[in-house]
């Protein structure tokens, strides 16, 4: 098997993709192989692919991703070939203080599948067995795929740490991971969740996913909407789901009194905020969170990953309504090209081997 070729997307430099043959990453003691079912992209993969770059050329993009158990390394005991399974795509380094406080998305020096070293946009990856989790009965590989954008979600919500039962939670971004986070607020006893965006048939996904409160922020002004849906008084969590300047100035403008507003989208700009925002945000005293990818446990502990699996398996949380496109490694370029361009309307694509 390591010198045998397999197919993948190899990203050379920036924009620079060639779908080729590779070595089948080499398989060490405490490592499993992981024949891809499905690769997910995420919203980050587009301007890593053809704006930023990665850590390092070549590299495979592709992070968040399930499959089937191809072959064990010498000490692996708890995995099998055969098994579905998931994968936490951060390599922690064990060693510094955060790791020390299982905080791994803390690590101070980590490795990143898809990004820092080779993903899943291929036939197989090699990852730590600490980084399995088997996929419960019930579950398909398409939605554990899922697993990571889902998890991504709950720890924003989870941020909030107050309890949002018969609350309002307004969500500014409706693409995948925003109406991933809208089901968890609903999940966590919401009264009311609005959500906002300007591009309609994200809003349509929503209203199929029973979303009644949806508006579209291009048409109406949002923070006139999220006061008038809650007598004046302001959503009780607003979560920033889309990046862009507009969204961060309306969950901000629409948070009330003692509120929470949760940074969740990827920013693509800079912001201005007005001088009688800030002061608004002041005198309403409301918390500003920063969240950050997800809380993994290797003990097999409440951590988000599991939490998820089983919202999905128990079908509380319905990720299948998300996905608009899969196509094959073949395809894979073309598609990530029309994500680029933005040239039709996607919310989550998977990738497959071909
Ligand atoms: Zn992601
Ligand atoms: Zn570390």
Not at 39 to 60: E, H, L, M
Not at 139 to 167: C, D, F, N, Y
């Amino acid at each position: 098997m390591p010198n045998d070729l397999m197919e993948a997307l190899v990203l050379h430099s920036i924009g620079d993709l060639r779908l080729q043959q590779i070595h089948v990453p080499n398989l060490s003691e405490g490592q499993v192989r992981v024949r891809i079912g499905f690769c997910g992209v995420c919203g980050s993969d587009i301007p890593r692919i053809f704006a930023k770059g990665t850590y390092n050329f070549p590299t495979v993009c592709g992070h968040e991703f399930a499959g089937i158990v191809d072959a064990c390394g010498a000490g692996v005991e708890n995995f099998a070939p055969g098994d579905a399974v998931v994968v936490f795509p951060l390599l922690w380094c064990g060693k510094c203080a955060a790791c020390e406080q299982a905080k791994y998305v803390q690590c101070h020096d980590y490795g990143y599948l898809g990004s820092r070293s080779n993903g899943a946009f291929a036939e197989f990856v090699v990852a730590p067995k600490e980084n399995l989790i088997p996929v419960p009965e019930g579950v398909t590989l398409e939605e554990a795929a899922m697993t990571e954008p889902a998890a991504v979600a709950l720890h924003a919500l989870r941020r909030v740490q107050k309890s949002i039962v018969g609350k309002t939670v307004a969500i500014f971004g409706a693409g995948p991971i925003g109406l991933m986070a809208a089901q968890w607020a609903r999940i966590m006893g919401a009264l009311e969740v609005l959500l906002f965006d300007i591009v309609a048939e994200k809003l349509e996904l929503a209203k199929r996913l029973g979303f009644e409160s949806v508006f579209n922020s291009a048409v109406e002004d949002a923070v006139t909407v999220a006061n008038a849906q809650t007598d004046g008084k302001g959503a009780h969590v607003c979560i920033e789901s889309a990046g862009v300047p507009q969204t961060y100035l309306n969950a901000l403008g629409s948070v009330g009194r003692g509120g929470s507003v949760v940074l969740l989208g990827n920013p693509v700009a800079d912001v201005t905020l007005p001088a009688t925002l800030i002061s608004q945000l002041m005198r309403r005293e409301v918390n500003l969170l920063g969240t950050w990818n997800s809380d993994y446990s290797i003990a097999g502990n409440d951590d988000e990953w599991r939490t998820v699996l089983q919202a999905i398996a128990s079908g509380t949380l319905t990720l299948s309504p998300l996905i608009t496109h899969k196509v094959p490694l073949t395809d894979s370029r073309e598609m990530l090209h029309m994500m680029k361009d933005k040239s039709e309307f996607y919310a989550k694509v998977l990738i497959h081997p071909s």
